[in-house]
């Protein structure tokens, strides 16, 4: 019995289905395959209903709404109770079946195994170089706004252990679209998962053509603004909203400042107001970018903190200290000198008069 489903979501793909399919078993003869088919009109899905006919290990889920990933897949997945690994792939040959064991093996040490264009042995070959540079501009932009730690964070050629799966309420997804394998690996890194980053070489799709355009990317990126509020943390929720607060606060501060050079009719009020709008622009859109400068601020704060905490307490310490010092001055009176002729003369020295040597002093029997 399988231990290890893929699932491949389809969408006019009839010029790659069955070769893809013939492709995967012999590779890895002991998968099963789902095709989730968005009621292509090429007729993907009839050719995926005579595979399954004809082939057990195949089965097939057809959609009359395109949603472009298999959350239906992952759902109808997990009803079956002898899959423990499920993987993702695309249709159309950019990612080729031969590393289907390379996952599996990283799988029964990881919890999520990732095929990485972006770590070492990985690369996008038969692009443009245009192409590359905008993928790895995207990746970096959703790793630094999502806060994860993941190179090929738009890989959809990956692999889940069972449980990282049920974590999730899938029912909760926000994303209806390509964005939904960004908002999955957004839920899983934050709970703490094992993430495994594999190298593979993503080729150019054999037949048929793109399906990435302009709308599908902003498509994307609203997605993400979307899902990362939904499912933030409580804990960056804080940090975020603190960050927030410091971020008006400090605008406020600017602004004011400007108006005062203003007044006073200085030229630096220019810099003040500019700078001012600049912080309320990243506070209300993008507050993690204010992080480095409130750590610098409290610092600064901080060690102001400490020397004024320094100076007081000398302040206070002779202003406590030095009347006295001089009450006793003006009476003649030493209490340290009376307190040591008291230890002297009653308890365990002797002082000879005639010699200050420190042999002088001996025990009283």
């Keep these: ?34 095709i989730v088919d968005d009621d292509s009109p090429d007729g993907t899905g009839i050719i995926a209903d005579k595979i399954a006919r004809s082939d057990s290990r195949v089965s097939v889920i057809h959609r009359a709404i395109r949603r472009e990933r298999s959350v239906d897949g992952f759902k109808a997945v997990l009803k079956r109770h002898d899959i423990r690994y499920i993987m993702e792939m695309d249709a159309d040959f950019t990612h080729d079946p031969k590393y289907i064991q390379d996952f599996i093996k990283e799988a029964k040490y990881n919890d999520i195994v990732i095929g990485s264009r972006f770590v070492k042995g990985g690369s996008d070959i038969e692009r443009s170089f245009f192409r590359r540079c905008f993928s790895r501009a995207v990746n970096y932009f959703i790793r630094k706004y ?66 990435l355009g302009f709308k599908k990317l902003l498509k994307v990126l609203m997605d993400m603004l979307a899902f990362k509020r939904a499912h933030l943390p409580e804990k960056k929720k804080k940090e975020i909203k603190e960050l927030r607060r410091f971020g008006f606060g400090l605008a406020l501060g600017l602004n004011i400042a400007g108006c005062v050079m203003f007044y ?22 993008y507050p993690v970018v204010l992080g480095p400068i409130k750590k610098i601020l409290d610092a600064i704060i901080l060690w102001i903190g400490k020397i004024a905490n320094t100076v007081t307490l000398l302040i206070v310490f002779y202003l406590i200290f030095s009347p006295i010092g001089i009450l006793l001055r003006l009476f003649q009176k030493d209490i340290l000198s009376k307190k040591l002729d008291k230890s002297a003369s009653s308890y365990w020295i002797k002082k000879n008069k005639s010699t200050v040597a420190i042999d002088s002093y001996e025990r009283m029997g």
């Design 264 to 285: 006073r009719e200085k030229a630096h009020f220019i810099w003040f107001t500019d700078t001012g709008s600049l912080v309320l622009v990243f506070a209300i859109a």
């Design 1 to 34: 019995m399988a231990e290890t489903i893929i699932i491949i979501p389809t969408y006019n793909e009839r010029e790659n289905i069955e070769k893809l399919i013939s492709n995967i078993f012999r590779h890895a003869p002991d998968v099963n395959v789902l």
């Design 146 to 211: 999502l806060g994860i730690k993941i190179r090929d964070c738009t890989s959809g050629y990956k692999c889940f252990k069972r449980r990282v799966l049920e974590s999730i309420n899938l029912d909760s997804l926000v994303s209806n679209g390509p964005a939904i394998i960004e908002e999955i690996l957004y839920i899983v890194y934050f709970k703490r998962y094992k993430i495994k980053e594999i190298p593979v070489i993503l080729k150019k799709r054999e037949k048929g053509n793109s399906k």
